[in-house]
């Protein structure tokens, strides 16, 4: 089996250390196992997107020495696509319309998880409404190969999650199932962010038939403080006149041990030597690490 990997970042604003670590570490992997490595722009939610986003994002890869298969693929034009798995799925009872509001829910069951409510008494209109998935009973388990193995209950109606929501906008985890079975994706290398979101995905792939793909979850970079270094704590962007020092610092975070001759090297050397000695075993099984200081 050909081994197919992708990076898919979102576009609320450029690249940064955290979001380094996840093309560096899919890309490596792909090609240590003489595999493609697809970008796919994950551009589902304007509101949230920072305009010119998508293209600084592809700027860096490539000042990084990154180099991907293929045209790089945007979210924004699949549509269509997401709305063919919404009818199969709804078609199947896999998803139901929801038109519960957050305050509704609350005032309900005094907490934010779904209930639902709505499975029992669908809503009299469709318009205006989420789109629910259905939870199987029974567990989700998976063996994350940096992670280990992974046990997950995502039954009891709560754990019905939204798969289109309210405002017509198709939410992550269904695009991401569609695409990834779409291109054929057959190991996913991200941060372990999204680790507790796997079990919905799979859920997602077991309802529309579609193959599973390998998972490996990376440490994530923490700030001091403990969180998670995202755009929203505004993690610095990536200089992309000076890539050598933090592509050397994402190895070492990832446990490998770049020699010390590749410091004066192009971005191009630094990947190629990576690709020749990866090391996952030396990734840290750990949820988080702290980031490096500069
Ligand atoms: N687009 C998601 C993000 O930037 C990542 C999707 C994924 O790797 O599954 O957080």
Known sequence: MQYIGRFAPSPTGPLHFGSLLAALASYVDARAHQGRWL????????????????????ASLEAFGFEWDGEVRFQSQRHPAYRDALQRLLAQRHAYY????????????????????CLLNPPLSESSCAIRAHCEA????????IQGPRRYRLDDCSGDFVIRRRDG???????????DADQGITHIVRGSDLLDETPRQIQLQRYLGFAE?????????????????????????????????????????????????????????????????WQPARIAPTLSKPAPLD
């Open 169 to 179: 906008l198709y939410a992550y985890q269904l695009a991401v199932v569609v695409d």
């Open 98 to 117: 929801c038109d519960c509001s957050r305050k509704q829910l609350l005032e309900r069951t005094g907490s934010s998880r779904y209930d639902g409510y």
């Open 39 to 58: 970008v796919r722009i994950e551009d589902l939610d304007p509101p949230r997107e920072q305009p010119g986003a998508s293209r600084q994002i592809l």
């Open 213 to 277: 793909p390998r998972y490996s979850h990376i440490p994530v970079a923490a700030a001091p403080d403990g969180q998670k270094l995202s755009k929203q704590t505004f993690a610095a962007p990536l200089d992309n006149k000076q890539p050598l020092p933090a592509l050397i610092q994402a190895l070492e975070f990832l446990g490998q041990a770049p020699d010390a001759s590749l410091h004066d090297g192009t971005p191009g050397e630094l990947l190629s030597w990576a690709v020749v000695h």
């Open 138 to 145: 029974g567990e989700i388990h998976f063996e994350d190969s």
